[in-house]
């Protein structure tokens, strides 16, 4: 499966920004998702998932009640709606998927990536 984020720009702080991740391929709803973020200098570093079938999601603390994943299988595609975003937020931003119920968080098992999406959160 291929993968292509977009979405990002350059945000001020307390705003709002919404990810997609589109999928090639017609058997997206296999897929667990999860979306992670690398900030200059820094590893990266999971931010959010979500499963196939029953949809579970998990967030990291630091975007808990701030983000949120969602997926229309239909359309092959994974968002992640981003509010009262923070300074701290600025990073690259990647979808990943793999096979398998998920959700999933660690940046190892995921089997597809794709490009970065720049997001910038000033104030």
């Known amino acids: 499966v291929q993968l292509q984020a977009s979405g990002g720009g350059s945000v001020q702080v307390g705003g709002s920004m919404r990810l997609s991740c589109v999928a090639s391929?017609?058997?997206?709803?296999?897929?667990?998702l999860g979306w992670f973020r690398q900030a200059p200098g820094k590893e990266r570093e999971f931010v959010a998932a979500i499963g196939r079938g029953d949809m579970a999601t998990d967030y990291a603390d630091s975007v808990k009640g701030r983000f949120t994943t969602s997926r229309d299988n239909a359309r092959n595609t994974m968002y992640l709606q981003m509010n009262s975003l923070k300074a701290e937020d600025t990073a690259d931003y990647y979808c990943a998927a793999r096979l398998g119920q998920g959700p999933f968080v660690t940046p190892q098992v995921y089997e597809y990536w794709g490009q970065g999406t720049q997001v910038t959160v000033s104030s």
């Open positions: 391929g017609r058997t997206f709803s296999s897929y667990a």
